[in-house]
């Protein structure tokens, strides 16, 4: 079947950024290896399926965070960024294990404002002036989104598809001010596949059969909702009507 859509592919960091320093993965990988990975795979999962793909990045080079959702313009029906999670040094470090997903909110615990910020972190590589005060622009900006609720249905069935493949736990679907999604202006995710400071998911996700898994649960994770969506379109046009 061919689904007529094109979906954005955002691979986190890349370039003079590096993301997180995985504590956890081989050979000096740092997290934009490893979301360039997934990215790579999940385009090719994607097409696939029948869809078209656009990649913000296939290489190691820095898009700046607020450059990154004009790739979701004319041609976009879904933005997905895909990112890896890092636990600040202390007693939970290691301990801490597991895939999230995010669409764009207020952050309503610790845990999300740490994630979300360190995310937004990026700007500090980016040559173009300073962005003036980021969360006010967001919070801006969301009260204009109407794609909230489309975001948050993306995240669960997306969620639910790499949670069922992932060592580790099923943190569920989060929400914070992430940069990236704001201006997205579709319905817009960012998967955190895992995380750096945990052993087991650090060979997961440095490993070719993990980043494959989790590319092709992110892709059924896609097409589920782009076919809940088309069934919704067709009861409303009435063209589904038996
Ligand atoms: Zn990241």
Redesign the pocket.
């Known amino acids: 079947m061919r689904l007529p859509h094109t979906i954005v592919v955002d691979p ?2 890349g370039g003079v950024d590096p ?2 320093p995985g504590l956890h993965f081989p050979r000096g990988l740092t ?1 934009k290896d490893i ?1 360039l990975g997934i990215g790579r795979l999940l385009r090719a999962e994607l097409l696939r399926r029948g869809l078209t793909v656009v990649l913000t990045r296939s290489t190691d080079t820095l898009i700046d965070l607020a450059d990154r959702p004009l790739f979701c313009r004319a041609e976009c029906d879904l933005f997905v960024s895909i ?2 999670n890092a636990m600040p040094a202390g007693r939970r470090q290691s301990r801490v294990n597991g895939v999230e997903t995010y669409f764009v909110s207020d952050a309503k615990t610790e845990d999300q404002k740490r994630v979300a910020q ?2 937004n972190d ?1 700007l500090r590589f980016e040559n173009t002036a300073t962005v003036q005060g980021p969360l006010a622009f967001i919070l801006h900006d969301l009260q204009l989104n109407e794609y909230l609720r489309e975001s948050a249905r993306l995240a669960d069935l997306v969620q639910a598809r790499v949670a069922g493949i992932h060592p580790g736990e099923n943190r569920g679907v989060q929400q914070g001010p992430f940069l990236v999604l704001a201006a997205a202006r579709r319905p817009a995710i960012l998967v955190e596949a895992g995380f750096a400071t945990n052993p087991d998911d650090g060979a997961f996700l440095a490993s070719a059969q993990g980043q494959h898994k989790i590319a092709s649960a992110v892709a059924e994770g896609i097409v589920a909702y782009l076919l809940e969506f088309e069934r919704k379109l067709a009861v409303g046009t009435g063209s589904g009507a038996r």
């Open positions: 986190g960091h993301g997180n997290e979301t990112h890896v360190m995310e990026a």
